[in-house]
């Protein structure tokens, strides 16, 4: 594996550690589809995960989230808690968006910030600033059920932020997104970051990865191959492209997608209902778009 400059971390870096990915392992029966994970995500960095399909992206990042329970290993914050009893510090951009049609923008929101116990005038208030930059706020009071996949992919982001998290994941942030729709999301990523925010970016598109992130975590077959910025992981695999470094580092073939099966949990139960929700529409007098 290529560690690049991330090995040599100086110990003030290393108190900025804001997630630690400790010797992690995930299995799923006989699959072992994270093997020997470890990784160090820092305060204000946009970390791109970058793997073809079934590298273990999602794996990781649900791993991250607190969804899934390492098989060996820890994944913990900071303030040494794992992330399963810590969600309120994470925000999450799943790549099925899981919007209740029937709700209008701002009510998606504001019953996902209620659920972290944030109050609306606080929740509104970064969800106005953030519409903003998104070109959203003229349509927070419409029905999501009409919504394009782009404005339904913003509706999800400015739901993620509006409790305030220390680290915001993003799976595929602008898949299925037009050009200026894609370009819009990567500004405000970009925005977070020059503002001291975390992003965990996970991604196939090798020049999306380039074009935004920091620092490019490679991942293939359940490990990590290369760690490090853009710029190094082309100067230490002697290529001039990210993706003849891509190349260089996952020679032998992708294994064979496999599906992510466990026993569900609680926390996986409730993340399913969060975000693939099937309310009552007694409830919510409404449904969900995914």
Known sequence: MVRLRVDALSSDAMKDSLLSIRSVTKSFDEVDALQGIDLEIRSGEIVGLVGSNGAGKTTLLRLMAGVYKPTNGSVVLSNGHPVSQMRQ??????????????????????????????????????TERFAEHLDMKENLGRHTKGFSRGMKQKTALLRALAHGPSILL????????????????????????????????????LAEAQQVCDRIVIIHNGLIRADGSPEDLLKDTGTESLEEAYV???????????????????????????FTPNTPKSTFRGDEDE
């Open 248 to 274: 260089s580092l996952t020679l032998e073939q992708a294994r064979v997608r496999h599906e992510d099966t466990e026993k569900e949990g609680v926390l996986s139960t409730w993340w399913r209902k969060l």
């Open 89 to 126: 510090e994470l925000g999450v951009v799943p790549e099925s968006t899981g919007l209740y049609s029937r709700l209008t923008a701002w009510e998606n929101i504001r019953y996902h910030s209620r659920m972290h116990g944030i109050q609306d005038s606080v929740a509104w208030a970064r």
């Open 170 to 205: 993003l799976d595929e942030p602008t898949a299925g997104l037009d050009i200026t729709s894609a370009r819009t999301v990567r500004a405000l990523v970009g925005q977070l970051r020059d503002e001291g925010g975390t992003v965990i970016y996970s991604t196939h598109h």
